[in-house]
């Protein structure tokens, strides 16, 4: 692979869970082999160095050791602004070459969506506001030339929610993936480790490796041996995290 394959993670709506699927995402990409790196462009509600565990350290470019991936969070940006923050993320791919860039964006704020991507991955909840969101952003992403999927995040059984076939056919196309309201996921936030590192809503993680395979499968022939071959990857990583917060 030559070119990074370029992911969108996005919704116009804040709180659907793109910075949690986008991390997971990433985690996932980089312990199957592929150099990695999760970008993120809200300056305003910085979040993935939660996820990581890694809020104090000043660097732009980081390394997460666990699972060997590459971040670079939008709080030590000097602009709030995003479209700052993709001439930074333009910079970094000059200066080295990734498989994978997982985008992680701020809701409320459509000029990242100009940005040519390879695939947009749009989540929603289950209910209408955040499909609506969906729809809108799918728009946007669609006529920057990007193909899109969407995902559904926080689902959880009628009656209040919305189904996940109602959901496709408010979208005209299937979900790429599925995932429920998890409460196991805010241990992995207090601990600040992944949740794909830790036995807590294995559910997610399945539906996170589903997505991960979903994309490598694109441009990686071999993708599915990396999958298999990447359990070991996960044992160590999921180890070293012990370790680190030990
Ligand atoms: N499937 C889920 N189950 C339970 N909590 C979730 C789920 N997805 C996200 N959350 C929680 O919801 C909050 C918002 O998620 P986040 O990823 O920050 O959303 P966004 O980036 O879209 O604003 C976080 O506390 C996150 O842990
Ligand atoms: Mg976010």
């Known amino acids: 692979m030559s070119k990074a394959f370029k992911i969108i993670v996005a919704s116009t709506k804040g709180g659907v869970g793109k910075t949690v699927i986008a991390v997971n995402l990433a985690v996932a990409l980089s312990l199957a082999g592929y150099r990695t790196l999760l ?9 993935i160095s939660y996820h ?3 809020v104090d350290e000043e660097s732009s470019l980081r390394l997460y050791k666990p699972s060997g991936l590459y971040y670079a969070p939008a709080s030590v940006s ?5 479209d700052d923050r993709v001439l930074e993320l333009e910079a970094l791919l ?8 997982v985008i992680d964006t701020p809701p409320a704020d459509k000029s990242i969506f100009a940005m040519k991507s390879d695939a947009g991955l749009v989540i929603v909840n289950p209910d209408e506001q955040s499909c609506a969101a969906g729809i809108i952003t799918k728009d946007l992403i669609e006529s920057s030339g990007s193909k899109c999927n969407v995902m559904l ?3 959880f059984e009628k009656p209040y929610a919305l189904s ?6 408010m979208f005209g196309s299937p979900l790429i ?7 196991e ?4 936030l207090l601990d600040h480790v992944p949740n794909y590192l830790t036995d807590n809503a294995r559910r997610f993680n399945e539906q996170i490796e589903k997505v991960a395979r979903i994309y490598a499968a694109m441009v990686d022939e071999d993708y599915a041996n990396k999958f298999d071959n990447s359990k070991e990857a996960v044992s160590k990583a999921k180890a070293e995290v012990k370790k680190l917060h030990a």
């Open 39 to 47: 970008f993120e462009t809200d300056g305003v509600n910085s979040g």
């Open 52 to 54: 990581l565990g890694n």
């Open 78 to 82: 000097e602009s709030r602004r995003v």
């Open 94 to 101: 000059k200066n080295a070459q990734y498989d994978f860039v």
């Open 153 to 155: 995040n926080r689902g």
């Open 164 to 169: 996940a076939k109602e959901i496709e056919e």
């Open 177 to 183: 993936a599925s995932i429920e309201e998890e409460k």
């Open 185 to 188: 996921l805010y241990k992995s």
